[in-house]
């Protein structure tokens, strides 16, 4: 297996969450149709404007819940190191590793 194999390969352009693998042919760029309808409606909104057609354009709630996921997987990871450091038991680490994944799937995706 090479490093990336278990590494999505990307994300949708829209929503920033995993693409399924549709398997045969070219990989899918957006994760459902709306998030393709809505990536088309912001592209024909930047037209003309110095907005990227790519850009990932985010409302100031939308990026306050993104940093607020992200710092819960910070919490999460930390919780991790500081129970390995103290020697927790496998039964332990077992649960914290569970939170630090449900953290980290919550806030997989930027919308
Ligand atoms: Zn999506």
Redo the contacts with the bound molecule.
Sequence with gaps: MTPQGRRRCQP?R??G?EVPDAGLGRRRQ???QS?RQRAYEQRAMVKGSAVPPDAVVLSADEAAQLSDRVFQVRCAAEDVATAVDEGADGAELRELCDALVRAAKAADGWR
């Design positions: 949708c829209w929503c969450r957006y994760c459902r998030c």
